[in-house]
């Protein structure tokens, strides 16, 4: 029955951008402005920061707003992973007439920001953040969740790890939404997939010494520590796990969300062998590459995480729709129109956005190269298996967001 409202949605939505009536509405204040708001310099600054304010300009380049009749800005701010000061960005942006928001790492971030935008009636567009909840408590007609998702996450590295054996678990969990989450829908997965949880631990974010954690997980003996948390993080803990000999005394790391930035950063001696999921990686067809290289040209070699990818891929659909009708004003009006037809760049290719605002393609599970396996710059990853992209989220019906009826 959802496949069903979905199909009936989008005709009725398609429908009503074919019947538009034949004077356009004008852009807002002549301008469409595009916001990234993101972690500019902290532990999140590398797997979105000033990189996803490029890929956001990148976007709009290679758009062409000109042919369409339009005029872009893209403007930037730090929320410093505190909800506060998201949200209070998040109104001044309005105030001085930003349409869109886009990015946002840091799950109480977004839920906060996800709130000041439906008041407002703008759009919010999330690449960088993954609570789960976003397409489900906390859905909103005003808001797409773009890359990926806890949910997403657990049922593609958790799965796969209780399956190649990892059944005995011990949680060490960012504290704040997304590390909750992230936990809460990979301890879900383990049990579900004949897995047991032995233990967990939550560290203060952003964290600087996992020491007392480790040793914890060390002691629990489960064969799998699970890090629930992203980043810089994910980066020392992964470090120190070393340093312990965690590692080499038989235990395995599954890092929960993994970005390239983060094994650019580890290199691969450390990180070898790590299984992760990911919406998209550079180095996967001929288009991503082109925009990984000239994204490390631009980005000091860094290569572009996923979370950048798909702030390209969001700001394109985006404009997409506001070049429709001339018509950036009505946010909530702006986000039925891209739900009404596919997603399609360069980057993800084709893909549609349901009624609860969850963004749909395939992921991805990888495991990062030996050093030995690594043939040039930021050849890291080699794929394990495609999750096709009807599997690849949580259905609409276990959700429990407000926008699907269900029959």
Request: glycine share 12%.
């Amino acid at each position: 029955m959802i496949k069903q409202l979905n199909t009936h949605l989008r005709k009725i939505c398609f429908g009503l951008l074919v019947a538009a009536p034949a004077v356009q509405a004008q852009v807002s204040d002549g301008v469409v402005r595009i916001g990234v708001l993101n972690d500019l310099s902290g532990t999140y600054a590398g797997l979105s920061g000033p990189g996803s304010v490029w890929a956001a300009k990148q976007a709009v380049a290679d758009f062409e707003p000109e042919k369409h009749g339009l005029k872009v800005e893209v403007v930037a701010a730090d929320h410093q992973n505190k909800p506060d000061v998201g949200a209070s960005v998040a109104r001044r942006w309005f105030v001085d007439k930003v349409d869109v928001i886009v990015d946002v790492p840091t799950s109480s971030v977004i839920l906060a920001v996800n709130e000041v935008v439906r008041e407002k009636n703008k759009v919010l567009l999330v690449s960088g953040g993954g609570s789960s909840d976003l397409t489900g408590k906390a859905c909103s007609p005003n808001t797409i969740h773009w890359t990926y998702d806890t949910w997403a996450l657990a049922n593609g590295t958790g799965k796969a790890v209780v399956g190649s054996g990892g059944k005995s678990w011990f949680f060490m969990t960012a504290d704040y939404a997304f590390g909750h989450a992230l936990e809460r829908d990979t301890a879900s997965v383990v049990e579900k997939s004949g897995g047991t949880v032995m233990g967990k631990v939550r560290h203060p974010f952003p964290g600087t010494d996992f020491s007392s954690y480790l040793l914890q997980a060390q002691a629990s003996g489960a064969q799998i520590i699970g890090l629930a948390n992203a980043g810089g993080d994910t980066i020392v803990a992964v470090k120190q796990a070393s340093e312990f000999g965690i590692t080499a005394g038989g235990q395995k790391l599954a890092g929960l969300l993994v970005f390239i930035s983060d094994v650019q950063a580890l290199g691969l001696e450390a990180a070898q062998g790590l299984m992760l999921t990911a919406a998209w990686y550079w180095d996967m067809n001929d288009a991503s590459r082109e925009f990984g290289r000239a994204f490390a040209a631009a980005n000091g070699g860094k290569f572009p995480t996923m979370a950048q990818a798909g702030v390209y891929s969001a700001v394109t659909n985006y404009l997409r729709a506001v070049a429709v009708n001339n018509d950036d004003g009505n946010g909530a009006e702006v986000v039925a129109r891209m739900k009404a037809v596919k997603t399609e760049d360069k980057l993800f290719g084709e893909g549609s956005i349901r009624a609860d605002g969850r963004k749909i393609h395939p992921l991805y599970l990888f495991e990062v190269k030996k050093p030995s396996e690594s043939k040039y710059p930021g050849d890291y990853y080699k794929l394990l298996s495609t999750i096709p992209a009807d599997e690849a989220f949580r259905p609409m019906s276990a959700g429990g967001c407000s926008l699907v009826t269900l029959k």
